[in-house]
């Protein structure tokens, strides 16, 4: 297992992504992706992470079942950067639960602020923090918040960030 913070689990993911090569084992496709999101730490070159985050994304793509483990998303998403998913395909392999919709949200917020549309995106944060608070989700709350408080410091609106910033 892969556990521990993330820069002492660099090693161990590389050590077995080495053993194991460029195939998953059978039915273990979620975790060689971990594995590989795991690898792409800072200290390599930008053109060696995105490769090994570009290896996950064609074992995700491959999934033929949602994933088990839906959080792969995120950690995918934090070792590669936000990327533009169908909906459609990513709901699905994520599982379509209100959770991951509202990832997805999170994720389509961060796209739309990285392609300079702070109006777009905020709309998007606005949707997902709907559906965190709906599911009681801190985590997705408190992040969601984060985002929604840059795109209001951004904005000028200073007071209304640091409320976001104290609730999260």
């Known amino acids: 297992r892969l556990r521990g913070?993330?820069?002492?689990?660099?090693?161990?993911a590389r050590a077995l992504l080495a053993?194991?090569?460029d195939v998953p084992p059978p039915g273990l496709a979620e975790e060689y992706a971990l594995c590989l999101c795991a690898a792409a730490s800072e200290d390599l070159p930008v053109s060696e992470r995105r490769a090994l985050t570009d290896r996950a994304t064609a074992v995700l793509g491959g999934l033929t079942t949602p994933a088990r483990h839906p959080a792969i998303g995120v950690l995918w998403s934090l070792a590669g950067g936000?990327?533009?998913?169908?909906?459609?395909?990513?709901?699905?392999?994520?599982?379509?639960?209100?959770?991951?919709?509202?990832?997805?949200?999170l994720g389509t917020g961060l796209l739309e602020s990285e392609?300079?549309?702070?109006?777009?995106?905020?709309?998007t944060y606005r949707e997902a923090l709907r559906g965190f608070r709906a599911l009681g989700d801190r985590w997705g709350i408190a992040n969601t918040l984060d985002r929604l408080a840059y795109a209001?410091?951004?904005?000028?609106?200073?007071?209304?960030?640091?409320?976001m910033l104290d609730e999260a």
């Open 5 to 12: 913070l993330h820069g002492r689990q660099v090693g161990a």
């Open 19 to 21: 053993t194991l090569g």
């Open 82 to 105: 936000p990327r533009e998913w169908g909906d459609e395909t990513a709901g699905w392999q994520l599982g379509g639960t209100p959770w991951a919709r509202s990832l997805l949200l």
């Open 115 to 123: 392609a300079g549309r702070p109006v777009a995106a905020e709309a």
């Open 152 to 163: 209001a410091d951004l904005s000028g609106r200073r007071a209304e960030a640091l409320a």
